[in-house]
C-alpha cells in the first residue's frame, strides 16, 4: 500500500514565524487532504488537494503529484496554531491512509 | 461544522467485555468511517461503510465489527475488548473519493 512520509516530526516556532510541513507519498495519488487536530482532540479539514496550490488565509498547500509530495505553508504563526498536522492520501478510493503527523508548538 | 456525535465520549471497560461506540450524523452523507489513533501511529483505518448495509474492512479490522442499518449511524463493535484496543476512536463522514472528510470529536476507550 501507499506509505506517507511527513516531516519534521516536531516544530517548535515562536508567534510571527513561518514554516513549512512536508508530505512524502510513495505511489500515485489522486486524494491529498491535510487536517489540524487541536490540542484538545478535534481534527479540522484544512484542504483537499490532490495537484495544485490552494490558501486559505495564513494557510496554504502545494502539491505535486508527479513528484509525489505535498507542502503545507504556515505563515505568522499564532498560537492557535499549535496541535498535529497530518497529511492523508489515497487513489481511487475513498480509504485515506494518513501520515503521522508534524507536531508544531508555537510559543508567544 | 459537520454534524457529527460520538457516543460515549468517555469509556472505561474490563478485558473481555464487548462495548460499542455509536456515530450519529445529520449530514446525510453516504459515506462512514471508523478511526484509531494512537502513538507513532497517526490515524489508522478500522472499517468503513458506503451505504446503508454496505460495509468494508480497513487496515485494522481484526477484532472490531461495524454495522450500519441507517444512513445517520454507524456502529463500531469491539465484541471482546482486549488492552490492545485502549484508543482514541474517531468517526468521520463523507462524500466517497474526490472529497474532503470530517471527523467526529472522538471516543476514548479504556482497557483495563
Known amino acids: 500500500g501507499i506509505q506517507v512520509e511527513q516531516s519534521p516530526p516536531d516544530l517548535i516556532l515562536q508567534e510571527g514565524a513561518n514554516s513549512t510541513l512536508r508530505c512524502n507519498f510513495s505511489?500515485?495519488?489522486?486524494?491529498l487532504q491535510w487536517f489540524h487536530q487541536n490540542p484538545w482532540g478535534q481534527l479540522i479539514n484544512l484542504f483537499y488537494i490532490p495537484s495544485g496550490t490552494k490558501q486559505n488565509g495564513r494557510l496554504s498547500a502545494t502539491t505535486v503529484a508527479t513528484e509525489r509530495y505535498s507542502l503545507l505553508y504556515i505563515s505568522s504563526s499564532q498560537t492557535t496554531d499549535s496541535g498535529v498536522y497530518f497529511c492523508?492520501?489515497?487513489?481511487?478510493?475513498?480509504?485515506?491512509?494518513f501520515g503521522t503527523g508534524t507536531r508544531l508548538q508555537v510559543f508567544p | 461544522d459537520a454534524g457529527i456525535t460520538q457516543s460515549p465520549r468517555h469509556k472505561v471497560t474490563e478485558t473481555g467485555t464487548p462495548v460499542t461506540l455509536r456515530c450519529h450524523q445529520t449530514e446525510n452523507h453516504r459515506y462512514m468511517y471508523w478511526y484509531r489513533q494512537d502513538p507513532g501511529h497517526g490515524l489508522r483505518l478500522i472499517h468503513y461503510?458506503?451505504?446503508?448495509?454496505?460495509?468494508d474492512k480497513g487496515e485494522v479490522s481484526d477484532g472490531y465489527s461495524v454495522s450500519r442499518s441507517k444512513t445517520e449511524d454507524f456502529l463500531l463493535t469491539l465484541e471482546s475488548a482486549t488492552s490492545s484496543q485502549t484508543s482514541v476512536y474517531f468517526c468521520?463522514?463523507?462524500?466517497?473519493?474526490?472529497?474532503?472528510?470530517?471527523f467526529g470529536e472522538g471516543s476514548w476507550l479504556t482497557v483495563v
Open positions: 468521520a463522514i463523507g462524500q466517497g473519493a474526490g472529497n474532503t472528510i470530517y
Open positions: 505511489d500515485s495519488v489522486n486524494n
Open positions: 461503510s458506503y451505504g446503508v448495509k454496505d460495509t
Open positions: 492523508a492520501v489515497g487513489y481511487n478510493t475513498d480509504k485515506l491512509i
